[in-house]
């Protein structure tokens, strides 16, 4: 599934190429993704300017004159931008969903085998959209902190790592990169949330920075399914120090890294330098 780390580099990738943009044509072949597509999108879209590309947690926002258009990737989501006189402008998959055309022939183009995604009409304000009005804060913002993430923690129960995983607490800190962050901050994934120190919390969301950052500027995780919007994979995984690595050396101090399911997730760390 696309991370945070996925969605802002789609962000950065088709913002550049749309932003100021009319929309001259939208054609939706399947309308059936994880909600159905508004049956008007076309006729609403047509003739509209694209005023603003945003991201919140893992949902694309892009503002257009009468309202915003949310866009979820979903699990095998992607967007992809064509150029006018581009060869495979014309050429369609079977998955290819949505494609909206611009006035300078620029195409953006929605593709999703699993159809898990979503592209949603909505003419209210984005934040008080019901599927983006709950949310925790950005993990790259300062409001994101330790006293923040202890308070927040302070009341849990459950597994940090599967704390870390609500958007309630956070957005977009998925599996992997929550894996990764608390192998970083030496911290066991299974740990009740409410026993993480203050101390710790301000090493974990240190860490939870440092590795989105760094994911997002390799990127992005290349899973499956990914590819950024210009077609080229993501290399992230190429630093993983934990997920995937079930039974290798750890990296730190040699000791087979171990696997176990929280939350029907697969989580990785190791017994020795996390506690």
Not at 51 to 71: H, N, P, S, V
Request: positive net charge; aromatic residues 8%; charged residues 25%.
């Amino acid at each position: 599934m696309p991370e945070l780390p996925e969605v802002e580099t789609t962000l950065r990738g088709i913002n550049p190429h749309i932003a100021g943009k009319v929309v001259s044509a939208v054609e939706v072949r399947q309308p059936k993704l994880r909600w159905p597509i508004h049956p008007e999108l076309a006729q609403i879209l047509t003739g509209q300017t694209v005023l603003d590309c945003r991201r919140r947690a893992k949902y694309l926002m892009i503002q257009f004159d009468t309202g915003i258009l949310l866009i979820h990737l979903g699990m095998s989501g992607s967007l992809r931008i064509f150029t006018a006189g581009e060869e495979r402008i014309e050429t369609h998959d079977k998955h290819d969903h949505v494609e909206i055309r611009f006035s300078d022939g620029t195409l953006l183009r929605y593709h999703d085998p699993r159809r898990f995604g979503a592209f949603l009409w909505y003419e209210g304000i984005a934040e008080h959209h019901p599927l983006l009005e709950k949310l925790g804060p950005e993990p790259l913002s300062d409001d994101f902190n330790a006293e923040y993430l202890y308070q927040k923690l302070k009341p849990l129960k459950r597994a940090v790592k599967l704390a870390l995983m609500d958007n309630a607490v956070v957005v977009g800190v998925g599996n992997i990169y929550a894996n990764e962050s608390l192998f970083k901050a030496g911290i066991l994934p299974q740990r009740p949330a409410n026993k993480v120190t203050k101390k710790e919390c301000a090493v974990l969301v240190g860490t939870i920075k440092t590795v989105l950052q760094r994911a997002i500027d390799t990127g992005g995780s290349t899973l499956r399914d990914f590819v950024n919007s210009d077609g080229k994979s993501g290399y992230f995984q190429q630093e993983y120090a934990v997920y995937g690595r079930h039974n290798e050396p750890c990296l730190q101090c040699g000791q087979l890294i171990q696997k176990q399911t929280l939350g029907q997730r697969g989580t990785f760390y190791c017994g020795h330098c996390q506690k």
